[in-house]
C-alpha cells in the first residue's frame, strides 16, 4: 500500500511517500480502506519530535479513519467487508473499570491513532474494531469525512463536559482552527451565544459569515474589554481553550464566576502561574478533556445527521501532499480543516 512517513524528525519535507505491507488484522481488530484523513496538530508535533510527542520511527501518522472495512480479524462478528466506518480516535484497553464503563478516557492504557500505532495517512489503517462506529448511511460523501473525526469529537466533548445550555454566552479560543470550527457551530447547534477568538483580519470575517455573535482578534489589546462590554460586564459562562498558557490567565479574567473553562491544549505553553484566590472566588471550575470517548462520538455523528452542523474545509490537498498540508497548518494560513484526499 502507499502511505506518508517521516523517518526522522524534521521539517516537513521529512515525510515521504513509501510502498510497504498491507496491513493484515489480527484477533479483535480490522483494517480499513481510507477513504480520507486530515492533518491535525498532533501529526505536526510528533513529526518535528516535539517533547512529549516522539514516536518510534519509522512512523505514519493520521488519527482521522474513515472508510471502509477491508478485512476482519477473528472474533469481530459485527463488521463485514464493505461496512463504511469511522473510528473514534482514541481507545483504551477493553478490560478495565472505566473502560467498561465507557469512559476509555480515563483508562490508564489508552491508545490513539496515528500516535501510538501507525495511521491514516495510508491506504490501509488497522485499528482494533472496538473503536469503530457502523454507519448504514454517511452523513456526509466519505470522500470529505476524513475532516471529521479528531476535531469535531473533541469539540462535540468539550462542550458536553461544560454542559453547554440555551442562551450561554461561550467564548471559542483557536476558533479559526480545525477543532474551533466545528466547536462554534456545535455551540450555535446548542443555542449558545457564541464570542470567537483568532485572527487575522480576514479570518475574523470568515467566523462572522459561521455565525459568531462576536468575533475578536486576540492581537487586540482591548480584547478582553470587548468581551466583557459584550456580555453587559459579566463574563462568560463557558470558555473552550485549546490553546493554554497565557490565555488561560485571559479566560479566568473574562469567565463568568461560576463558570467552566474547558482545557486541552498548550501551544502557547504548556504552564502558568495560576491566581488561586481569583480563581476560587470567582467558583470556576477546570476541566481538561484528551479527545472523546466512542459514545461522545456517536452522539456526534446523529447531530451531524441534522445538517446544521457542517465541515468547513479550507484546502484540500492529495495524499502526496502531506508536507504541503504540513506546511499550511503551521503557517495559519488555512480557515477549517485540510483534508488529504485518496482520490
Known sequence: MRAMMFKEYGDPNVLVEVEVEDPRPGPGEVTVR???????????LMRRGVEGYRVALPHVPGS?????????GEGVTWLDRGDFVVANPLYGCGRCYNCSRGLEVLCDEWRMIGYHTWGSYAELVKVPARTLIKLNKPPLDPSIMGVVPQA????WRALKVANVKPGDRILVWGATGGVGVF???IAKYLGAIVIGVGGPGWKLQKLRELGVDLAVSYLDPDFKAKVLEFTGGAGVDVVINSIGGGTLLDS???AKRGAVIVVFGWLAGASINLPIRKFYLKNLRLIGIILSTRADAIEAL??????RIKPVIGATLR???APRAHELLEGGEVFGKILLSMR
Open 152 to 155: 469535531y469529537f473533541t469539540a
Open 64 to 72: 482521522d479513519v474513515v472508510g471502509f472495512v477491508e478485512e476482519v
Open 302 to 307: 446523529k447531530a451531524l445527521e441534522t445538517g
Open 183 to 185: 466547536a462554534v457551530q
Open 252 to 254: 479566568i479574567d473574562i
Open 319 to 321: 495524499l502526496r501532499d
Open 34 to 44: 481510507v477513504s480520507s484523513t486530515s492533518v491535525n496538530r498532533i501529526d505536526v
